[in-house]
């Protein structure tokens, strides 16, 4: 089933090959949402309802639900599934509320005093996938950390269902966090609708939300030629185990379905120190991906994974980093040693007992996350990614003697004398 290989036989450029995800080598994806952006940028919400028409196959009138249209979704749920979108959402709450902290006020020299302080990003805008399966669990993880961060506004665009509407998943987890509209747009031409804004929907600052190739390109290319920015780009899920002889393959494989039932571009990959552990994770994936409704869709992404043997954990760690995995499953007993070696992932769950799919839906942390090698660079969704921090500095009598002159020296040795002026006028009062 994986495709294996033995990380010693391996070249640079091999191992560089193997760590390329989701590119788009011809210009297919990104020439489709170009047309699209353009769409939406010129006709608004008529683009809205064209493309709704071509790509979800739904003729729309109103182009959101109001409040009412939400309670009424809201209420068709059973009160077991509404107790485990709260415990979900108290969960997201108890984590990311943590993350507000105040940092200290400094004196970089007497008198001369810096701080920061946060403000909330005004308009945000969620994006709640819902091309293969509908994500209530993402609203959640958006949700949340923009209503502790305080944003004013925020917009969610989710893709409508063939009735026109969004699930009683969706309209609950809307209830909870208190917005009363949710606009019928999915894809490509939802984030052009939020980044230029359309008759129905309102242009937004920040844009947020994790999606397929379309979505993902389209927030790329709308930070690039806008003022909206992005929070990262969150694309198709990934999911990289490491594992050593201590552990199952039973879980490993249920492990690595999870990741590939979300779309025929997903990626689960292993990458082992034990060649016979790799065989029976083949076995396994075998007999559960027969039990799976999704097995013709997680089938195709594990034809698009492979396993990697290693001779110790350590290379398999080092193969993790250079990958950079949206989701890290470390399965070995070991794991606590490992963690300090993490230097590349966007989520990491730790020994046999964690699956990655509480970190999906309900153990607190965030399912937003990087993808195809992003978090190199970028960390997941957070309550920062919903702020600014803005510096402030305030310099008394004392702080402008003690600093004035290193800043009239540097403004000269880079041959802006206004720069120096502006401090040497101050100086010079100072002392009359
Ligand atoms: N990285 C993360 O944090 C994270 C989190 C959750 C989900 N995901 C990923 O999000 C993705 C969700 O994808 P999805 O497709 O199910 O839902 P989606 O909502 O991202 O996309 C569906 C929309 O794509 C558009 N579309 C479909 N085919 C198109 C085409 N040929 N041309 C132009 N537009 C087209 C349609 O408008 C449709 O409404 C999955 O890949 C999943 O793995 C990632
Ligand atoms: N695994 C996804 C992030 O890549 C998040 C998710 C939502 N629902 C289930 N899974
Ligand atoms: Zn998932």
Redesign the pocket.
């Known amino acids: 089933m994986l495709k294996t290989y033995q990380y010693e036989q391996l070249s640079a450029q091999d191992i560089d090959r193997l760590t390329l995800r989701n590119t788009d080598p011809n210009n297919a994806i990104q020439d489709t949402v170009e047309q699209i952006i353009a769409q939406v940028e010129q006709n608004g919400d008529d683009a809205l309802r064209q493309l709704a028409l071509k790509y979800d196959q739904i003729s729309l009138d109103a182009l959101y639900l109001d409040e009412a249209e939400i309670e009424a979704l809201a209420a068709t749920i059973s009160r077991q599934q509404q107790r485990a979108l709260e415990i979900a959402f108290q969960n997201i709450h108890k984590f990311h509320a943590t993350q507000l902290k105040k940092e200290r006020t400094i004196e970089t020299m007497p008198g001369v005093t810096c701080w920061r302080e946060v403000r909330p990003i005004e308009k945000v805008g969620l994006y709640i996938p819902g091309g293969s399966?509908v994500?209530p669990?993402?609203l959640l993880m958006l949700g949340v950390p923009a209503r502790i961060a305080g944003c004013k506004e925020i917009v969610v665009c989710s893709p409508p269902q063939k009735d026109g509407k969004v699930n009683g998943f969706i309209a609950y987890c809307l209830k909870l966090l208190q917005i009363k509209k949710i606009y019928l747009t999915g894809g490509a031409q939802a984030v052009a609708a939020m980044a230029y804004g359309t008759e129905s929907v309102p242009r937004v600052d920040k844009i947020f939300g994790?999606g397929n190739q379309f979505v993902t390109k389209a927030k790329s290319l709308i930070q690039s030629r806008t003022q909206v920015s992005i929070d990262m780009p969150a694309g198709p899920?990934?999911v990289l185990v490491i594992a050593d002889e201590s552990a199952n393959a039973d879980y490993i494989a249920a492990d690595l379905l999870?990741?590939a039932e979300?779309g025929a571009d997903s990626q689960a990959v292993l990458v082992s120190t034990s060649s016979s552990l790799i065989e029976a994770v083949n076995q396994a994936l075998l007999l559960q991906l027969g039990e799976l409704p999704r097995a013709a869709i997680a089938q195709k992404a594990i034809e698009n994974s492979y396993a990697i043997c290693t001779t110790d954990i350590t290379t398999a760690l080092a193969f993790s980093n250079k990958y950079a995995p949206?989701?890290l499953i470390i399965q070995s007993d070991d794991w606590k040693r490992l963690v300090y070696g993490v230097q590349n992932a966007g989520s990491v769950f730790l020994g046999h007992l964690t699956p990655?799919?509480v970190g999906?839906?309900a153990s607190g942390t965030n399912?937003?996350?990087p993808?195809s090698g992003y978090a190199r660079s970028y960390s997941g969704v957070s309550v920062d990614s919903f702020v600014k921090k803005i510096t402030f500095q305030q310099l008394s009598q004392d702080g402008l003697r003690q600093i004035g002159s290193t800043v009239e020296i540097l403004a000269e040795l880079e041959g802006l004398q206004a720069h120096k002026n502006a401090v040497s006028i101050r100086l010079k009062d100072l002392e009359s």
């Open positions: 399966a994500l669990s993402t994790p899920s990934e999870a990741q979300h949206e989701h990655e799919s999906d839906y399912h937003t996350l993808t």
